[in-house]
């Protein structure tokens, strides 16, 4: 799950019955593209003059307003125009702009043509290299911002394209940090066109100066990044301007970053410390900044192209051991899912999972609805009443968000779950492919009614808990002693909600016991990841160091006779 700094009132804003929408005419000149563009057009409106509108939408209580259309085929000079029946958030329709001052901005971006192998044909906005950030895109047209009266019975407004943004100069490798791109034949055959995973690889002090050696292997999972951020190798700034945190409540939240990140290299370099690979993966998609990880119908067989096509290749280049007994897997969130579910689905590839705060395991309690008894995912329903449902809270149990809120907004920026963000991808990963080609709906983005025979696929796929209980004959035996499962128990999330769930299975094994570990942490909020001594502003720092002393126990406990102690021991 994307951590965001702070979510979400869905504003209400109403306006003089019988209002007309402001209209916009959108375009874009031939200088600028020469060829017809199909993608989402998205058109803001802000108060705000810190900084440009597309830089200020978000699912949080001070975003401004987004309006979102499709375009197919929209030629140079062309007009696309935004008004009335464009879906808003968080104002629903721009016939309900109040009539003011603001600062309009234009941003298209882009949808490619995907020639499936299953025959399916979809237009879906593939990543350029930022982590599918539309308003970061490389190649995507916007406007200037402009200032504009909205008022009743205004004239059009016209705005003008006339600005890309441009390319993300090529990461260059350092000392330390090393970068590794392979194109899938699997995803490329999948795609119909050329698909690439990467890794950005953090290498242990005296990589080069000891080719012989070869090291165990830990998998970071993660969004997509581009660098390994809790790493580096000078002090921190002294002249960095403290920022403040609103995720953690903390002044110069940057310079702490910066120290403890220092401290990590220090430790790296030191004499005796462990020397082994840090491997984050990316693998950002046209649905999201990266796959979940495993094999799906709509995002293809993202889990196989990783296990058999990238990590050998970074295994031969970064002389990693190559055995199920010396790779290791932990994430937060996001990562902690996916840490969980390539334990699951390659339980022998893998020696251990240490999984904090993981999205939804168990789809009982997806965050907090039931996808399998619920009704609706908006409300809980009476006979007289409904009561609409938070999706976001702090410790102290005031909601933040509504589940109606990320749907509408995500809503404005992509139908067909185009939005690029947590619960398209959600259903973009677990859903059967639709008549239409794209993800079949868990619930109607508008009413939040479930459909229940999607359910029953997403259950038979990628319910965790379920596939455990299920296969627990054959899986428990490869995976005792391998689970490790982290969690606040005030989950942001409610993602604590189904941990409880799986953890209720894990206990009640016998045969054999899964002999792991389940732990929350008391008041701690998203994303909690398992260290009682530090807040989660610092524990989120330390992901690469904090569970080495559980991993060199299991190591040293289940390392085949001859396996290779000591080549990386130096």
């Known amino acids: 799950m994307r951590s965001l700094p702070v979510v979400l009132l869905l504003l209400l804003v109403s306006a003089p019955i019988g209002a007309s929408a402001q209209t916009f005419n959108v375009s874009f000149p ?22 440009e509108p597309r830089m200020q939408i978000s699912d949080g209580p001070r975003t401004q307003m987004i309006f979102g259309v499709d375009v197919d085929g929209l030629a140079p000079g062309a007009v696309a125009t935004v008004d009335g029946s464009a879906f808003g958030y968080p104002i629903r329709s721009l016939k309900d702009v ?13 949808y490619e043509t995907f020639h499936r192998a299953d025959g399916s044909v979809v237009k879906l906005h593939m990543d350029q290299g930022e982590g599918q950030h539309w308003n970061l895109t490389p190649g995507n047209l916007y406007s200037k911002p402009k200032k504009i009266s909205i008022r009743p019975k205004g004239a059009p407004i016209t ?16 000392k330390y940090v090393r970068h590794l791109r392979v194109q899938s034949q699997l995803l490329t055959k999948f795609w119909g066109r050329p698909m690439f995973l990467s890794v950005v690889v953090l290498v242990p002090e005296g990589f080069d100066e000891h080719p012989e050696a070869h090291y165990p292997e830990m998998i970071f999972e993660d969004h997509f ?55 984050k993966i990316q693998h950002a998609n046209p649905f999201y900044d990266d796959s979940y990880a495993v094999n799906s119908a709509n995002l293809g067989p993202y889990g196989d192209a990783i296990e058999t096509e990238l990590m050998p290749a970074v295994e031969k280049k970064f002389r990693g051991i ?74 102290l149990g005031h909601t933040l968000a509504t589940t109606i809120d990320g749907n509408a907004y995500e809503l404005a920026l992509g139908d067909h779950g185009r939005s690029g963000e947590q619960w398209d991808i959600w259903q973009a990963v677990y ?60 989950d942001t999330y409610f993602l604590n909600n189904a941990v409880y769930r799986i953890e209720d299975f894990l206990k009640s094994t016998t045969n054999p016991p899964y002999d792991g570990e389940v732990a929350y942490g008391p008041r701690a909020e998203h994303c909690w990841n398992g260290d009682p001594t530090l807040p989660n502003a610092y524990s ?27 080549s990386w021991r130096y």
């Open 540 to 566: 989120r720092l330390h992901y690469n160091t904090m569970y080495l002393p559980k991993i060199m126990e299991r190591i040293q406990k289940t390392a085949p006779a001859g396996a290779d102690l000591t």
């Open 30 to 51: 031939k200088e600028r593209n020469a060829k017809p563009l199909d993608g989402r057009l998205l058109l803001m409106l802000s108060t705000d003059p810190s900084a």
């Open 322 to 395: 190559g055995q199920g007994w010396a790779r290791f897997v932990y994430g937060g969130s996001t990562g902690g899912w996916e840490s969980l579910a390539v334990q699951v689905f390659y339980p022998t590839h893998y020696n251990g999972a240490f999984v904090a705060c993981p999205d939804p395991v168990d789809f009982h309690q997806y965050t907090n609805i039931d996808l399998y008894e619920d009704k609706n995912a908006f409300y809980i329903e009476g006979p007289h009443k409904r009561v609409e449902q938070p999706f976001m809270r702090d410790y």
């Open 431 to 490: 859903s059967p492919e639709g008549p239409d080609g794209y993800p079949m709906p868990i619930f109607d983005k508008v009413t939040g009614e479930i459909d229940h025979k999607v359910a029953e696929y997403w259950k038979e796929h990628y319910d965790l808990s379920a596939i455990l209980a299920r296969d627990w004959a054959t899986l428990g035996p490869q995976l005792q002693g391998k689970l490790h499962i982290y969690v606040g128990s005030d």
């Open 225 to 279: 990044v581009d660098n390994i951020d809790d790493f580096r190798t000078e002090p921190p700034d002294p002249n960095l301007k403290p920022d403040y945190s609103e995720r953690f409540h903390l002044k110069g939240y940057n310079r702490i970053q910066q120290e403890e990140g220092y401290k990590t290299y220090q430790k790296w370099i030191s004499p005796g410390f462990l020397r082994y690979l840090v491997i």
């Open 159 to 174: 705005i003008s394209m006339t600005e890309e943004i441009p390319k993300i100069a090529e990461a260059k490798d350092t």
């Open 98 to 110: 109040p009539p003011g001052e603001y600062t309009v901005q234009a941003l298209l971006n882009l």
